[in-house]
């Protein structure tokens, strides 16, 4: 009896450790990621390129569970990353009782694409579990859109943006339930009465990247009624992702009746959530913020019912 405690004991610790502690940042970065707890699914073919679904379930999952998931788009400025970057997301919200997966899509430097492209591989991700959630365990009406940067943006893109759907499961909503947004780009084009917004070189910039069309993939211009319950993490010395850019959407998002939370990270760069930041620091201090933002999450999906 004492033996078999023990071992239960230390296997408590070993879930423990394995969800609360976040692998080296090396780790995260690479591609193809090493995706340590997962296992893999395509959830799309496009010519000879398949795209993967990495897929963290909670200890005892089984199919006939209805578990809330969260699906998570890496950040890049849509010409590179890695789903790595979620890792250590996925691994705590799997500890937490979700079924959390990471989506790899396709990107500039290795699929030669644009933008518009990303968005239709991210809503075909969305149809994909919604499609498949009985299969995968997962309650179709709680699946949360979660991402940095551009896979911020993703996220964003959709649950506002109409169209760019393609692919399979046409007859499921590409809409999730929940945005999880980190430092999102939801500002992708000129905005009306706000001419200072972002400077005039950024709006070239991401003109160029989207096929002189970024009107038509700029989540703030689709904002309306009846959205999903949204949550920003945002650094104010984001110079990437201007931190006013998502005052602005949190305004018109909660304007509209959503309900959007901003939570401000004085002095904090852009990616300042994720681990390992800050080169040289002690282990604790460069994870700190990730820590930090991942205590807000929960606090967020427990308040609408992912997590007790």
């Known amino acids: 009896m004492k033996a078999t405690f023990a071992l239960l004991y230390c296997s408590l610790l070993i879930n423990f450790a394995a969800a609360e502690t976040p692998p080296e940042p090396e780790t995260s970065w690479k591609y193809p990621p090493e995706m340590t707890g997962s296992r893999t699914e395509v959830y799309r073919k496009v010519g000879e390129t398949k795209l993967n679904a990495y897929i963290f379930e909670p200890e005892g999952h089984s199919a006939d569970d209805k578990r809330p998931a969260a699906v998570f788009f890496f950040g890049g400025g849509w010409r590179g990353g890695t789903p790595g970057q979620f890792l250590p997301h996925c691994r705590h919200l799997a500890g ?125 211009q689709f904002i309306r009624k009846d959205l999903p319950p949204t949550i920003i993490f945002h650094g104010t010395n984001d110079t990437a992702v201007p931190y006013p850019t998502v005052q602005l959407f949190e305004k018109k998002m909660k304007a509209a009746g959503n309900r959007c939370e901003l939570k401000t990270y004085e002095g904090q760069p852009h990616g300042f959530f994720n681990p390992g930041r800050g080169k040289g620091k002690p282990r604790e201090e460069a994870n700190r913020y990730y820590h930090q933002t991942l205590k807000e999450l929960d606090t967020f999906l427990s308040s609408i019912g992912y997590i007790e």
């Open 96 to 220: 937490k009782g979700i079924v959390a997966i990471s989506i790899d899509y396709r990107v500039k430097s290795r699929h030669g694409v644009i933008p518009q492209e990303c968005v239709r591989d991210a809503k075909v991700a969305i149809r994909w579990v919604r499609a498949n959630a009985a299969r995968l365990g997962i309650d179709p009406d709680r699946i949360a859109a979660g991402g940095g940067s551009a896979g911020g943006h993703l996220a964003a893109t959709t649950a506002l943006l109409p169209g760019f759907e393609d692919g399979d499961n046409l007859e499921v909503s590409s809409a999730p339930n929940a945005l999880l947004l980190y430092n999102p780009a939801v500002v992708m084009a000129p905005v009306e009465d706000h001419p200072g917004l972002l400077r005039e070189e950024k709006f070239a910039d991401i003109s160029q990247r989207a096929d002189g069309k970024p009107g038509e993939i700029s989540p703030l």
